[in-house]
């Protein structure tokens, strides 16, 4: 009989993993199931939708038609309930029950509410699905005034919607910079003239104690926590994902706000693997525990899971991820872990071009570019590789920096 596998959840994880099983394993029966009314898209480019720059159409990437094709059983608008691993079968919210050999968790997270009263107001937005970018794009369209929550990389997203919408926004954040544990205040600086020129301000040691609402239930206004009142038609809440583990609580599955795998995606629990945001994997660059939240690294986690399931321990994951923002008028990437780390290097050029690189035991584990991406690859190599650095501070922070300088330096000595 050929093997069946089960993969829940049809972002990029659980589809490239679908993918890959496919190629590799022609005979294979193949279920999908997504509590989506859609097949895969582009979850990065929904933000173009929203700000209105894109339709919908280049947002998709899979019609139902490329998993017929591919004999790949589609379950649309089909939430999974329960994971029973002993029995090896899961089950749907309609009772209908799927048993596997091999199983693959792909389930990623959901947006978390501000603990705030009216926080789930009509009006106040979290972004995560095409559907979430379709009633961002319809309520921003009628907007005048936005208040956005959240100093991070999905904030920013609502900050440029309001730039592209025309709405004038006010971004309240609790520190005193946006992206506070990977920026400095140069760095961020940065950022807050983009923003500023986009008509949205930052307004800082802010937050939201709470929304008020008209007689409708619509948002009207945020107050921060000192009491100021910004008035808004529209709010932006990108604080944080909840990861979806809530299905295999009742397993021997291992979770710790997301689930447990080692570096060839495998749960605590046989035939039973993970792959994508949902997962906190044995980094073997970093050698610990990490969690990255981006397309690239969940796209090869699913086809890294899948070669796993077809052949044990055949390949291990190893990269090095990178999440870029596109909306101004200058380059900004992050790569690895920014926010980890024992210590720094930093520096701003010029104007318009800041760099800061987090080291942990002399070696890059992650970094922040703002201005001039030129350096990347030198980085991400040094970092793939585990180069030890600890000598180098000084040239990592020269203007043109190459990893040849760094190479031709180490023969030197
Ligand atoms: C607006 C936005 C902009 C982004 N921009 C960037 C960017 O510029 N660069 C970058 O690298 N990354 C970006 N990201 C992050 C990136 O999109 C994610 O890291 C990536 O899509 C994660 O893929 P995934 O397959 O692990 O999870 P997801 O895409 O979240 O897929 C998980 C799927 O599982 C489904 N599911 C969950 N539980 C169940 C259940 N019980 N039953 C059935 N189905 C279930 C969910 O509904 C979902 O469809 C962005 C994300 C958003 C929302």
Same mark, same amino acid.
């Given at each position: 009989?050929?093997?069946?596998?089960?993969?829940?959840?049809?972002?990029?994880?659980?589809?490239?993993?679908?993918?890959?099983?496919?190629?590799?394993?022609?005979?294979?029966?193949?279920?999908?199931?997504?509590?989506?009314?859609?097949?895969?898209?582009?979850?990065?480019?929904?933000?173009?939708?929203?700000?209105?720059?894109?339709?919908?159409?280049?947002?998709?990437?899979?019609?139902?038609?490329?998993?017929?094709?591919?004999?790949?059983?589609?379950?649309?608008?089909?939430?999974?309930?329960?994971?029973?691993?002993?029995?090896?079968?899961?089950?749907?919210?309609?009772?209908?029950?799927?048993?596997?050999?091999?199983?693959?968790?792909?389930?990623?997270?959901?947006?978390?509410?501000?603990? /705030? #009263?009216?926080?789930?107001?009509? !009006? &106040?937005?979290? @972004?995560? =699905?095409?559907? +979430?970018?379709?009633?961002?794009?319809?309520?921003?369209?009628?907007?005048?005034?936005?208040?956005?929550?959240?100093?991070?990389?999905?904030?920013?997203?609502?900050?440029?919607?309001?730039?592209?919408?025309?709405?004038?926004?006010?971004?309240?954040?609790?520190?005193?910079?946006?992206?506070?544990?990977?920026?400095?205040?140069?760095?961020?600086?940065?950022?807050?003239?983009?923003?500023?020129?986009?008509? /949205? #301000?930052?307004?800082?040691?802010? !937050? &939201?104690?709470? @929304?008020? =609402?008209?007689? +409708?239930?619509?948002?009207?206004?945020?107050?921060?926590?000192?009491?100021?009142?910004?008035?808004?038609?529209?709010?932006?809440?990108?604080?944080?994902?909840?990861?979806?583990?809530?299905?295999?609580?009742?397993?021997?599955?291992?979770?710790?706000?997301?689930?447990?795998?080692?570096?060839?995606?495998?749960?605590?629990?046989?035939?039973?693997?993970?792959?994508?945001?949902?997962?906190?994997?044995?980094? /073997?660059?970093?050698?610990?525990?990490?969690?990255?939240?981006?397309?690239?690294?969940?796209?090869?986690?699913?086809?890294?899971?899948?070669?796993?399931?077809?052949?044990?321990?055949?390949?291990?994951?190893?990269?090095?991820?990178?999440?870029?923002?596109?909306?101004?008028?200058?380059?900004?990437?992050?790569?690895?872990?920014?926010?980890?780390?024992?210590?720094?290097?930093?520096?701003?050029?010029?104007?318009?071009?800041?760099?800061?690189?987090?080291?942990?035991?002399?070696?890059?584990?992650?970094? /922040?570019?703002?201005?001039?991406?030129?350096?990347?690859?030198?980085?991400?190599?040094?970092?793939?590789?585990?180069?030890?650095?600890?000598?180098?501070?000084?040239?990592?922070?020269?203007?043109?920096?190459?990893?040849?300088?760094?190479?031709?330096?180490?023969?030197?000595?």
């Amino acid at each position: 009989m050929s093997e069946s596998f089960v993969i829940i959840g049809d972002g990029i994880a659980g589809s490239s993993a679908a993918e890959t099983l496919r190629e590799e394993a022609p005979d294979a029966d193949i279920t999908v199931i997504t509590d989506e009314g859609e097949s895969l898209y582009n979850r990065i480019l929904i933000k173009e939708f929203a700000k209105g720059k894109l339709p919908e159409a280049p947002i998709s990437i899979h019609d139902e038609s490329w998993y017929e094709e591919r004999e790949i059983d589609l379950e649309l608008n089909t939430l999974v309930v329960d994971v029973r691993t002993d029995d090896h079968e899961i089950e749907t919210h309609e009772g209908d029950v799927y048993e596997y050999d091999k199983l693959l968790l792909s389930i990623g997270g959901t947006p978390q509410q501000l603990p /705030v #009263e009216n926080s789930d107001a009509d !009006g &106040v937005h979290h @972004f995560w =699905t095409f559907q +979430d970018a379709r009633a961002i794009r319809e309520s921003a369209d009628a907007a005048d005034d936005a208040v956005i929550v959240g100093a991070g990389l999905l904030g920013i997203d609502f900050a440029a919607i309001c730039g592209a919408q025309e709405i004038e926004g006010k971004y309240l954040m609790r520190g005193n910079r946006w992206w506070r544990y990977a920026l400095s205040e140069e760095g961020a600086d940065l950022m807050h003239e983009a923003m500023l020129e986009r008509g /949205v #301000e930052p307004v800082f040691d802010s !937050g &939201v104690d709470r @929304f008020e =609402t008209d007689d +409708d239930g619509h948002v009207v206004a945020a107050v921060d926590p000192n009491g100021d009142r910004y008035e808004c038609d529209f709010a932006g809440v990108a604080i944080g994902l909840n990861m979806n583990t809530e299905i295999v609580e009742d397993t021997d599955v291992e979770t710790d706000d997301g689930i447990l795998v080692d570096e060839y995606m495998r749960t605590s629990v046989d035939d039973v693997f993970a792959a994508g945001d949902i997962t906190r994997f044995h980094d /073997v660059i970093l050698g610990e525990r990490a969690q990255n939240g981006a397309w690239g690294s969940a796209k090869e986690q699913g086809t890294i899971a899948a070669r796993n399931m077809l052949d044990p321990e055949s390949e291990e994951f190893r990269w090095v991820s990178s999440y870029s923002i596109t909306h101004f008028d200058f380059p900004f990437l992050s790569f690895g872990h920014p926010t980890l780390g024992d210590d720094e290097v930093m520096r701003k050029f010029g104007d318009e071009e800041w760099r800061r690189l987090a080291l942990k035991d002399g070696r890059i584990v992650g970094g /922040v570019l703002i201005g001039n991406l030129a350096p990347q690859s030198g980085y991400k190599k040094l970092m793939r590789e585990g180069v030890d650095v600890s000598g180098q501070k000084e040239l990592l922070m020269s203007e043109d920096f190459s990893i040849d300088d760094l190479e031709q330096e180490a023969a030197a000595e």
